[in-house]
């Protein structure tokens, strides 16, 4: 142990291990805010048991970083755990415990995945314990939330609203920084309309292609979810039986035999695979239509590619330029804020990125029109 010790994490080992310390503050706070809301006893108990299990996790965390000499500092939930409390107390608990479904579902695959990765021991046998463990929390919080399915699982090709946001995201970014582009290298209105409009649609249509070929594409991500209940298996399988139990107890076994049936398959590692991939993973089913994930990613496309043009269909020069601008920024801080909720990054840091991103993209574009103008009308 004590020569594992002085091999010293790199850089991004570090900051993996900060994140995932970070995340179960997060975990450990909101649990506790949900027991306090929480009416009925047995529910609390759960909710209850659970924070004390992430405080745990937080002290595993700290006990690990300490032992590298690793500076850690004072630990308190980030802006976005505050906002889920906040949701939750006015107005319910119900999609926030939804959501830490999906974040604890997140940690079982990142946990796996340092178990495989890491070279130190001790941070490989944490990742593994802690993997099981926050597999047990789903099974708690599918108890809480109706749901009878591992949600580490992603065999979708993506949610609506998550289309939507990056359909959004894309539109805008990209015509934000044409009609900077253009606005740097004519002053005519016409053309920056006219421009404006046409990359609102070719970036649509191009958007609304690619969301039809990643539907098209989603065989891959099954295969993947295959290899990653394979792996689960292998190395959690009480964990699997439990859950294999579940499934056969929603279907109204009673829960014995559910639990000796589970017992019979996971003896053969293959049919257990294949059960769960049919019970669980439900390869097969249709869960997207191409044409659907096309057009959704494409019309979001197209509103968020022509929020830098709409300025300059009521008004024109400074003033128009002066909107867009505005309306584009306001835009990208709000976006970068929405996809926090599907990258599990904080609201506010999200936000600025994008903001970041969005004036980085403008002001390259205005470079580049401003060059273009010079070597094609300039003297």
Same mark, same amino acid.
């Given at each position: 142990?004590?020569?594992?010790?002085?091999?010293?994490?790199?850089?991004?080992?570090?900051?993996?291990?900060? $994140? $995932?310390?970070? +995340?179960?503050? +997060?975990?450990?706070?909101?649990?506790?805010?949900?027991?306090?809301?929480?009416?009925?006893?047995?529910?609390?108990? /759960?909710?209850?048991?659970?924070?004390?299990?992430?405080?745990?996790?937080?002290?595993?965390?700290?006990?690990?970083?300490?032992?590298?000499?690793?500076?850690?500092?004072?630990?308190?939930?980030?802006?976005? !755990?505050?906002?889920?409390?906040?949701?939750?107390?006015?107005?319910?608990?119900?999609?926030?415990?939804?959501?830490?479904?999906?974040?604890? !579902?997140?940690?079982?695959?990142?946990?796996?995945?340092?178990?495989?990765?890491?070279?130190?021991? +001790?941070?490989?046998?944490? !990742?593994?314990?802690?993997?099981?463990?926050?597999?047990?929390?789903?099974?708690?919080?599918?108890?809480?939330?109706?749901?009878?399915?591992?949600?580490?699982?992603?065999?979708?090709?993506?949610?609506?609203?998550?289309? /939507?946001?990056?359909?959004?995201?894309?539109?805008?970014?990209?015509?934000?920084?044409?009609?900077?582009?253009? /606005?740097?290298?004519?002053?005519?209105?016409?053309?920056?309309?006219?421009?404006?409009?046409?990359?609102?649609?070719? +970036?649509?249509?191009?958007?609304?292609?690619?969301?039809?070929?990643?539907?098209?594409?989603?065989?891959?991500?099954?295969?993947?979810?295959?290899?990653?209940?394979?792996?689960?298996?292998?190395?959690?399988?009480?964990?699997?039986?439990?859950?294999?139990?579940?499934?056969?107890?929603?279907?109204?076994?009673?829960?014995?035999?559910?639990?000796?049936?589970?017992?019979?398959?996971?003896?053969?590692?293959?049919?257990?695979?294949?059960?769960?991939?049919? &019970?669980?993973?439900?390869?097969?089913?249709? $869960?997207?239509?191409?044409?659907?994930?096309?057009?959704?990613?494409?019309?979001?496309?197209?509103?968020?590619?022509?929020?830098?043009?709409?300025?300059?269909?009521?008004?024109?020069?400074?003033?128009?330029?002066?909107? &867009?601008?505005?309306?584009?920024?306001?835009? $990208?801080?709000?976006?970068?804020?929405?996809?926090?909720?599907?990258?599990?990054?904080?609201?506010?840091?999200?936000? /600025?990125?994008?903001?970041?991103? %969005?004036?980085?993209? !403008?002001?390259? %574009?205005?470079?580049?029109?401003?060059?273009?103008?010079?070597?094609?009308?300039?003297?």
């Amino acid at each position: 142990m004590n020569e594992e010790k002085k091999i010293r994490p790199d850089s991004k080992t570090i900051k993996t291990w900060r $994140h $995932h310390l970070q +995340d179960e503050v +997060d975990a450990s706070f909101l649990y506790s805010v949900f027991a306090e809301l929480e009416p009925d006893p047995d529910r609390k108990d /759960i909710l209850l048991e659970l924070a004390d299990v992430e405080s745990r996790h937080v002290a595993r965390w700290e006990e690990i970083l300490t032992s590298y000499e690793i500076k850690i500092k004072e630990q308190r939930p980030t802006l976005k !755990a505050r906002f889920w409390s906040w949701y939750a107390r006015k107005f319910g608990n119900t999609f926030p415990l939804n959501r830490m479904l999906d974040e604890e !579902a997140s940690e079982v695959k990142d946990y796996l995945k340092l178990h495989k990765d890491s070279i130190l021991e +001790d941070a490989k046998e944490t !990742a593994l314990i802690l993997a099981k463990e926050s597999a047990m929390h789903t099974e708690s919080l599918q108890e809480l939330t109706g749901s009878s399915e591992e949600p580490w699982h992603k065999t979708e090709s993506g949610g609506m609203l998550g289309n /939507i946001v990056y359909g959004f995201n894309d539109g805008l970014t990209a015509n934000f920084g044409l009609v900077a582009g253009v /606005i740097a290298a004519t002053e005519n209105p016409s053309t920056i309309l006219v421009t404006g409009i046409v990359g609102t649609v070719a +970036d649509s249509l191009s958007m609304g292609a690619s969301g039809y070929l990643a539907a098209k594409s989603v065989q891959e991500v099954y295969e993947h979810e295959i290899e990653v209940e394979k792996e689960e298996i292998r190395l959690m399988p009480d964990i699997e039986e439990d859950e294999l139990t579940l499934i056969y107890a929603s279907r109204g076994v009673p829960k014995e035999h559910a639990r000796l049936l589970a017992q019979e398959v996971m003896r053969d590692p293959e049919r257990a695979l294949e059960e769960k991939i049919q &019970s669980e993973l439900k390869i097969g089913e249709s $869960h997207t239509t191409p044409i659907n994930e096309g057009w959704i990613t494409g019309l979001a496309t197209a509103v968020g590619a022509f929020i830098p043009v709409a300025p300059f269909l009521f008004t024109s020069g400074f003033t128009a330029i002066s909107i &867009s601008f505005s309306l584009a920024m306001f835009s $990208h801080f709000a976006v970068g804020a929405a996809r926090s909720l599907f990258t599990g990054r904080g609201l506010f840091r999200s936000g /600025i990125d994008m903001f970041v991103v %969005g004036l980085g993209v !403008a002001g390259v %574009g205005y470079v580049v029109g401003k060059i273009l103008e010079h070597f094609f009308f300039g003297i």
